[in-house]
């Protein structure tokens, strides 16, 4: 990040974070520590949110704490923002979408059976007790036609044995579904219709059954909902201007240099709260010339419990490279 668009920020009228990387309580409460240890807040926020999604528990506490926090929330989506990450959205009153932004559908992620860290659509059994019921209605249309046209027995009979050949056809498929990892996905579809409900209550972001859409409207988890199409759901979604343009590349660049999170621990950035440039280098140089002052830092003697994470912080803002991104990425998440 250049000194001129730090500038820039601090002379915004938005605090202005970032976060990437699974949407879970950790981040939740990373994010708000981040806020909370500020100084003093401005009127609005900016938060440049990249995430494949997570947990809906999660989403709507940090939704509603963005809104606790600032009297306007806006999110810049530079890359991909699915499931849960969509959900924060509905919580926000502005949506800025880059070029290469995109959501996904309100699409609740469930555990697999028998599987280890390993998650399924919430959508993937809709879609298949859909299957089921298209193609039983199918095949007793299809039986009921070709046993009535090809005898000369009732309608009334016909339908009879056309419904027990679909039954017979539909059977073996049906008893393979699991009644509580059904119940287990309509759970899930109400949470994520209940937190949106809220949500949208708290910030009208939404058209007229833009909820419903975003539940049911689309076919898989991963399905893209791009600029154009967001516009039908949400009531308040632009392209990038004046600053947030400068906003949407350095979000690139994060997602450039590998800043993107761990599994269980998020990057998250105050992106308003980083060090000028010139302390950065004096810093860098006083780590070169004095091997005790590095051995102090390192031990915590220096007394600053976030001397790594604001060094990762001043690497990043004054573009340096880094020579071992998944170290540095461990230090920000600290």
Not at 21 to 34: A, D, F, K, P, V
Not at 310 to 321: I, L, N, R, S, V
Request: charged share 25%.
């Amino acid at each position: 990040m250049t000194e001129e668009l730090y500038q820039e920020i601090l002379d915004s009228e938005y605090d202005v974070y970032c976060y990437y990387g699974q949407i879970n309580r950790h981040g939740y409460h990373q994010l708000s520590e981040t806020i909370e240890i500020k100084t003093s807040l401005k009127e609005k926020v900016c938060l440049i949110l990249c995430t494949v999604g997570g947990d809906p528990d999660a989403g709507f506490r940090m939704a509603r704490a963005l809104n606790h926090y600032y009297n306007s929330v806006e999110i810049l989506i530079p890359d991909i923002c699915k499931s849960a990450g969509t959900l924060v959205c509905i919580g926000a009153h502005k949506l800025i979408f880059g070029d290469r932004g995109e959501l996904g559908p309100l699409d609740i992620q469930i555990s697999k059976p028998d599987e280890m860290f390993e998650s399924m659509s919430g959508l993937n059994i809709a879609q298949a007790i859909n299957a089921l019921q298209n193609e039983t209605l199918e095949a007793f249309r299809s039986y009921l036609v070709d046993i009535r046209t090809g005898s000369k027995i009732s309608t009334k009979m016909a339908a009879d044995i056309a419904t027990k050949m679909a039954e017979g056809f539909i059977k073996p498929i049906a008893g393979k579904i699991d009644p509580i990892m059904l119940g287990e996905h309509q759970r899930a579809m109400t949470i994520a219709i209940e937190y949106g409900e809220r949500l949208n209550k708290m910030t009208e972001s939404l058209h007229l059954n833009g909820l419903n859409d975003l539940v049911a409207r689309y076919p898989s988890h991963n399905f893209v909902i791009d600029r154009r199409e967001a516009r039908e759901l949400f009531k308040q979604v632009e392209k990038p201007s004046d600053i947030f343009v400068k906003l949407y590349y350095t979000g690139r660049l994060l997602i450039d240099k590998g800043f993107t999170g761990g599994l269980e621990s998020p990057f998250i950035l105050d992106l308003s709260s980083i060090q000028q440039p010139e302390d950065t280098q004096h810093h860098e140089e006083s780590e070169t010339t004095n091997q005790e002052d590095r051995e102090n830092e390192e031990t915590g003697h220096h007394g600053d419990p976030t001397g790594e994470n604001a060094e990762d912080q001043q690497h990043f803002q004054t573009g340096t490279e880094q020579t071992d991104g998944n170290t540095t990425q461990d230090n920000e998440q600290q």
